[in-house]
């Protein structure tokens, strides 16, 4: 697509249910990052891939969230057993290389704002 | 670990006036990149401008200019000229270049600019 694309762009739901927030890159990207944003709050790191492969999940704040990108293209974060303190706007984001060069600015979805109730 | 400081909740510039938007970041890794992104009403992350950290030159992007200190570890946002679409929040990032370095970006808290006619 022409963009980063993230479904649904709004989540509620109740506090205990699982909830799967999905990421579609730009076509061709080789990396793909996942990132949460507090209100009025810059984006705080989760996790990233190479391709299929999970580089560095370090961000992922307790077991409960998980992430996977099975065939290196659409990504799903999984959050399971939601609270309310995991409310936030979830944001994708991808670039073109893997980031060994300089200049790989990361672009970025529209984002998933998930409710917890 | 890295960490970017934006010290200005809020800045209030003058259309068509020059502002300023301040950013100091810590590392101990010496080779890095400083990205800035625009953050308008409708959430989209729009990048602006990037500084490779042994790049000789101030970066410039349009209306926007890095004003880049190595030694003082501050990348601040100049932007002329101002013009009412540019109030928005505005996102100081930075990313290490090495292999073993963290590959995602890390964020400040960001400041938001307002444009007054």
């Known amino acids: 697509g022409a963009g980063v694309s993230q479904s649904p762009r709004y989540k509620v739901t109740k506090r205990g249910q699982d909830v799967a927030l999905r990421c579609d890159p730009i076509s061709g990207h080789v990396s793909l990052y996942w990132y949460r944003q507090a209100l009025g709050q810059g984006p705080e790191f989760l996790t990233y891939f190479n391709y299929e492969a999970q580089q560095d999940k370090s961000g992922l704040p307790n077991d409960r969230f998980s992430a996977e990108r099975p065939e290196g293209s659409i990504s799903t974060l999984t959050i399971q057993r939601t609270e309310q303190r995991d409310s936030a706007m979830y944001r994708c984001a991808s670039s073109l290389r893997n980031n060994r060069g300089p200049n790989t600015e990361a672009f970025f979805g529209q984002g998933t704002r998930l409710t917890v109730v | 670990a890295q960490k970017i400081t934006q010290t200005q909740p809020g800045m209030f510039v003058q259309e068509k006036e020059a502002v300023t938007l301040d950013c100091t970041y810590d590392?101990?890794?010496?080779?890095?990149?400083l990205f800035w992104y625009k953050q308008p009403s409708s959430g989209e992350m729009i990048f602006l401008i990037y500084?490779?950290?042994?790049?000789?030159q101030n970066a410039t992007e349009g209306r926007y200019s890095l004003n880049f200190q190595k030694a003082r570890k501050s990348a601040n946002l100049v932007i002329s000229a101002s013009q009412l679409g540019d109030s928005a929040m505005y996102f100081c990032a930075m990313r290490l270049l090495m292999d073993t370095g963290r590959r995602a970006l890390t964020f400040g808290s960001g400041t938001r600019l307002q444009v007054q006619p």
């Open positions: 500084q490779g950290s042994y790049d000789q």
């Open positions: 590392t101990s890794d010496p080779s890095y990149g």
